[in-house]
């Protein structure tokens, strides 16, 4: 099915932990991006990606690491993971940055780091 | 810094009247807004884009209005509908000049039948 996707949907891990989340599109979209959603913080963005190998740190970075081998991929890794990255992660994308392209949204992961 | 402010409380209107929500900004002059909407547990979805030299845009039962020298935008849903209950995110370009959407932290709208 075309779309963006992601994976897990919900995941639980512990302090100190590596975890990683994916997000697929099927799209062909050139850029990609990372946010998280808190409540009180509305949707920050983490790291965006504008094409394979180019990536860009956002508003929240600290603690994240991302990689864009592929275009359709773009995987979002919390190396050692604490619980203030407890959040719902959403992943987007868009075939371009300019004022009429919205951006395309995944159904998020919702992380809980114990 | 760039800030977007949105009524934090929900807004709860009748099925059938119209339901307004505001997107207020501060320190900056977008090129464009963007409004979205959001259902639980799901991904925002895009509903419209206003550009800077606009002053209303229409899509079926929705209108925005983007007025540059207050620096707001009004989001309206008219005939609104129980289905149209849900949390509405605004969304400006960063004011870095990427066009990266920065966004407000949205409003609930519950419509009652």
């Known amino acids: 099915d075309a779309g963006i996707t992601q994976s897990p949907r919900y995941k639980i891990t512990e302090t100190g932990r590596q975890v990683t989340l994916m997000c697929h599109q099927t799209?062909?979209?050139?850029?990609m991006f990372w946010y998280r959603q808190d409540l009180g913080h509305g949707l920050r963005l983490i790291y965006y990606?504008?094409?394979?190998?180019?990536?860009d740190k956002g508003e929240v970075p600290d603690g994240y690491v991302v990689s864009r081998s592929k275009t359709e991929n773009f995987p979002l890794t919390l190396e050692s993971a604490t619980r203030s990255q407890t959040s719902v992660y959403f992943c987007?994308?868009?075939?371009?940055?300019?004022?009429?392209?919205?951006?395309?949204f995944g159904n998020g992961t919702r992380l809980t780091v114990t | 810094s760039q800030k977007i402010e949105q009524n934090s409380e929900a807004l709860n209107i009748q099925e059938g009247k119209t339901a307004t929500l505001t997107c207020n900004y501060t320190?900056?002059?977008?090129?464009?807004l963007q409004w979205y909407r959001q259902d639980p547990g799901r991904g925002p979805v895009f509903l419209l884009l206003?550009?800077?030299?606009?002053k209303e845009k229409r899509k079926e039962r929705l209108k925005v209005t983007f007025d540059t020298t207050l620096k707001q935008s009004l989001f309206h849903i008219t005939a609104s509908q129980p289905a149209d209950s849900a949390t509405y995110l605004c969304?400006?370009?960063?004011?870095?000049?990427?066009?990266?959407?920065?966004f407000g932290r949205g409003t609930s709208l519950i419509v009652h039948p």
């Open positions: 987007a994308s868009t075939g371009g940055i300019s004022y009429n392209s919205p951006l395309h």
């Open positions: 799209w062909s979209h050139s850029y």
């Open positions: 990606s504008a094409a394979a190998d180019i990536t």
């Open positions: 320190n900056y002059s977008p090129a464009y």
């Open positions: 206003i550009r800077e030299n606009e």
């Open positions: 969304a400006l370009d960063n004011e870095g000049g990427s066009y990266i959407p920065t």
